[in-house]
């Protein structure tokens, strides 16, 4: 009554046979998904087998990548190893820190690469080295890129990219905050999140971190 949604059976589309589950379609709809055409024999792709197909070729090497062929031709004495891949096939490349800045301008600057925005940046305890993971996309263009900067605990230090991508400044602060990164040339390197009287040894998302507060005793309402 009055225009409210109804229960029907669509007709299988290609590829679907058997699936008779209901799809609820309102009666001014009805004429528009008719009109609609239905996908040719053969095209439709089960969105769990993609997914699943994707997720089996994750952390495989991107033989041909254009990006990381790139960056070994204009490193040739980088070694960008271990060079793997995303879920859905967008490289992940490793540089060494003493280098980092000199690639990361490259990525920047590089016609055929133009990596231009820097959407994250964050740091990883892996308990007996840090790590610094950068996501790099292309305003004029829908290629990614994945950078991983490795450094000891006993000198966490990596070059700041603020001048690569102002971007930077902030999540570089929050790595420096969470971590204890120190990020050389940044023009404010301070906390961001934790208060300024936090102790100098004290990074919260370290593994080894301890939480040196007074335990609060727990206080129930009366009910």
Sequence with gaps: MGGRPVAERSEAAPGQAGDDRPIH????????????????????????????AAAEGAGEEP????????????????DFEPVAATADGCPIVTVPVDRWLEVARFLRDDPQLGFDYLSDLCGVDYKDALQVVYQLRGVGHRRRLTVKVNVGKDHPEVPSVVEVWPGAGWHEREAFDMFGIRFRGHPDLRRILMPPWTPDDVFPLRKDFVDRRPKRERKVRPR
Excluded: M, S
């Design 63 to 78: 033989a041909t990548d254009p990006v990381v062929a790139r960056l070994r031709e204009a490193f040739p004495d980088v």
């Design 25 to 52: 379609i309102h009666q001014d709809d009805k004429p528009l998904l008719e009109a609609l055409p239905l996908p040719a024999e053969g095209t439709f792709v089960d969105p769990k087998a993609k997914k699943k």
